[in-house]
């Protein structure tokens, strides 16, 4: 069960986890992996290019006769071996879009999260008095100290998608080299995995719960 804390750090109930991350989801691995690759190849432009011997221009004459120079033997200057000449195997335009169906897709989600809750690296932040101002106060808040902070484990921060002290935590926490701020909206399977602690919001951990509840993937 998560600690939830006030904007000063301190603990000041629990909350229940959510039902469906009770369940043992450790052979999971190989769907997660499917997941986080999907998530990184999907975005690739695919742009890269390189021109093969046929797309190079000149070289339609031998570039000098075949015997008696003492030089080796040629046929063009867009051979390979040349400079300038074309590229062999080299990339070519292309598609990275992977698909996963919909069942996958929330099991990796539903997998990966569970991983975190039951390791106890899940917290809900009570933002509905946030008045935090200063990034030394929010690394009091997140870490214990500004000094703790540079060595302090990874932290993504949740925020509900209309998180009403949103702008605040954004602007507190943007100097910290090891937090990161999203929604629960945007939240994947690959920031669940990249991140050692995830600090959720109130309103963001209802967001999330209602949706595991109901039913709905990531």
């Known amino acids: 069960m998560p600690n939830v804390i006030d904007s000063n750090g301190k603990v000041v109930r629990e909350v ?23 998530e990184l190849a999907n975005p690739r432009a695919g742009t890269a290019s390189t021109k093969k011997r046929d797309e190079i221009a ?32 080299g990339p070519q335009p292309r598609s990275f879009i992977t698909d996963l169906n919909k069942k996958e897709r929330r099991l990796a989600f539903l997998a990966a999260l569970s991983d975190r809750f039951k390791n106890g ?38 925020l509900g998608r209309d998180e009403a002290h949103g702008d605040a935590i954004v602007r507190v926490a943007r100097n910290l080299r090891k937090v990161d701020v999203t929604n629960d909206g945007a939240l994947d399977v690959k920031d669940v995995l990249r991140f050692e602690r995830i600090i959720f919001t109130t309103a963001a951990y209802d967001a999330i719960s209602g949706a595991l509840g109901n039913g709905s993937s990531k």
Do not use: M
């Open 16 to 38: 229940a986890s959510p039902a469906i991350l009770e369940k043992d989801y450790s052979e999971k691995a190989h769907t997660i992996f499917r997941a986080v690759y999907r």
């Open 58 to 89: 000149g070289g339609g004459r031998k570039p000098w006769r075949q015997k008696g120079t003492g030089r080796a033997r040629q046929g063009s200057i867009r051979s390979p071996q040349w400079r300038h000449g074309g590229v062999v195997f």
């Open 121 to 158: 690296a899940v917290t809900v932040l009570d933002a509905s008095d946030f008045g935090l101002t200063k990034t030394a106060d929010f690394a009091k808040l997140v870490f214990g100290g500004t000094k703790e902070a540079k060595n302090g484990p990874t932290t993504l921060v949740v």
